[in-house]
């Protein structure tokens, strides 16, 4: 079976399941670990059996839990280098080196690691070991799927602080590359969003295809071409105009959110999908709604109306992805 879970989209935090045939990938970690195990276990998921973390940009909204449940679960993490940058740089502002210097540093790092549980495997402390694995390898907790530590006690005690930035291990790829985690092909594209190397994707397993299309200004043509032949389209519909024109938000932040590098409308999502989408998704799912500047009303009834006769019973089901609890899993 191969199944998309929408765990939370917006700006407060973003993630989803990918699962098909024995392979089960994390998009993005935007949510604290705790709280994306939750609803993981709500939408009937079992966190311990995620096999990969994939990211599409650095933004807050879909990194802040990244490390914790990476570290928790053993997790890899595919990631493109100049997001893998731009987030170290995120969480370690103060740090005067080269990205070459901190790899090396972390490469040091992580030897010491190894020979110190070489030297007296009998003598770590249970709590650190839960909290971060030993670099290099794969173990976890006994209850990998408990965030009961969160991270929360590094940095304390007489120890020097963890690195934040530490990974059990890192695969990078490059937008226009497609590569295999698993039983699942993955086809990344660059999309236009304010961010270091921002990503989109294109999911196949077992003859399905879907994809991920949030974050971005507007629909270049290369991410025309990627949303071709879907099963399922995850597309965003970040906010009403006028609304966004009206709203509480600063001027810059407005122009921003605007900008051919800022987020997708409701009126650009139509217009993509009247006069560009090939109308062949059995799932199209509207994402990353604003709680400040849209409505899911608005966002439905303008998408409705750009797919209307179109709609039937194998194509074309309109579904809105929330913030604050999962979307129903969907299945093929």
Request: proline content about 6%; some cysteine; overall charge negative.
């Given at each position: 079976?191969?199944?998309?879970t929408?765990?939370a989209?917006g700006?407060?935090?973003?993630?989803?399941?990918?699962?098909?045939?024995r392979t089960?990938i994390?998009?993005d970690a935007?949510?604290s670990?705790?709280?994306?195990?939750?609803r993981?276990r709500?939408a009937?998921?079992?966190?311990?059996?995620?096999?990969?973390?994939?990211?599409?940009?650095?933004h807050?909204?879909?990194?802040?839990?990244?490390?914790?449940?990476?570290?928790?679960?053993?997790?890899?993490?595919y990631?493109t280098?100049g997001?893998?940058?731009?987030?170290v740089?995120?969480l370690?502002?103060?740090?005067?080196?080269?990205?070459t210097?901190?790899?090396?540093?972390?490469?040091?790092?992580a030897?010491a690691?190894?020979?110190?549980?070489?030297a007296s495997p009998?003598?770590?402390?249970?709590e650190?070991?839960?909290?971060e694995?030993?670099?290099?390898?794969a173990?976890?907790?006994?209850?990998?799927?408990?965030?009961?530590?969160?991270g929360?006690?590094?940095?304390?005690?007489?120890?020097?602080?963890?690195?934040?930035t530490?990974?059990?291990a890192?695969e990078y790829f490059?937008?226009?590359?497609p590569?295999?985690?698993?039983?699942?092909?993955?086809s990344?594209f660059?999309?236009?969003?304010?961010?270091a190397?921002?990503?989109?994707?294109?999911?196949?397993?077992?003859?399905?295809?879907?994809a991920v299309?949030?974050?971005?200004?507007y629909i270049?043509?290369n991410?025309?071409?990627q949303?071709?032949?879907?099963?399922l389209l995850?597309?965003?519909s970040?906010?009403?105009?006028e609304m966004?024109?009206?709203?509480p938000?600063p001027?810059?932040?407005k122009?921003r959110?605007?900008?051919?590098?800022g987020h997708?409308?409701?009126e650009a999502?139509?217009?993509?999908l009247?006069?560009?989408?090939d109308?062949?998704?059995a799932?199209?799912?509207?994402?990353?709604l604003?709680?400040?500047?849209?409505l899911?009303?608005?966002?439905?009834?303008?998408?409705?109306?750009?797919l209307n006769?179109r709609?039937s019973l194998?194509?074309?089901?309109?579904?809105?992805?929330?913030?604050?609890?999962p979307l129903?899993p969907?299945c093929f």
């Amino acid at each position: 079976m191969v199944r998309f879970t929408v765990l939370a989209s917006g700006s407060k935090g973003n993630c989803s399941v990918v699962s098909g045939g024995r392979t089960r990938i994390l998009v993005d970690a935007g949510l604290s670990c705790r709280e994306m195990f939750r609803r993981m276990r709500l939408a009937g998921e079992d966190p311990a059996t995620l096999d990969a973390i994939i990211i599409t940009h650095e933004h807050s909204d879909h990194v802040s839990g990244l490390a914790v449940t990476a570290r928790k679960l053993g997790v890899p993490v595919y990631i493109t280098q100049g997001t893998h940058r731009a987030w170290v740089r995120w969480l370690s502002p103060r740090k005067q080196m080269t990205y070459t210097q901190w790899l090396e540093q972390c490469r040091q790092q992580a030897a010491a690691r190894m020979a110190e549980v070489d030297a007296s495997p009998e003598d770590a402390d249970s709590e650190d070991a839960e909290t971060e694995p030993a670099a290099g390898t794969a173990s976890v907790s006994s209850s990998p799927a408990d965030c009961s530590q969160d991270g929360a006690s590094e940095g304390k005690g007489e120890n020097p602080p963890k690195d934040p930035t530490w990974l059990p291990a890192v695969e990078y790829f490059s937008a226009g590359t497609p590569f295999r985690i698993g039983d699942i092909d993955v086809s990344p594209f660059t999309i236009p969003h304010d961010a270091a190397d921002p990503v989109g994707f294109v999911f196949q397993a077992e003859g399905i295809r879907m994809a991920v299309a949030t974050d971005l200004g507007y629909i270049p043509p290369n991410v025309k071409a990627q949303l071709k032949g879907l099963d399922l389209l995850l597309l965003e519909s970040n906010h009403d105009l006028e609304m966004l024109r009206d709203g509480p938000y600063p001027w810059s932040v407005k122009q921003r959110v605007l900008s051919r590098v800022g987020h997708l409308s409701n009126e650009a999502a139509a217009s993509y999908l009247e006069n560009d989408y090939d109308g062949q998704a059995a799932y199209v799912v509207l994402a990353h709604l604003s709680e400040s500047n849209n409505l899911p009303e608005l966002a439905r009834i303008t998408a409705e109306r750009a797919l209307n006769g179109r709609a039937s019973l194998l194509a074309n089901r309109l579904l809105l992805a929330e913030q604050h609890e999962p979307l129903i899993p969907i299945c093929f």
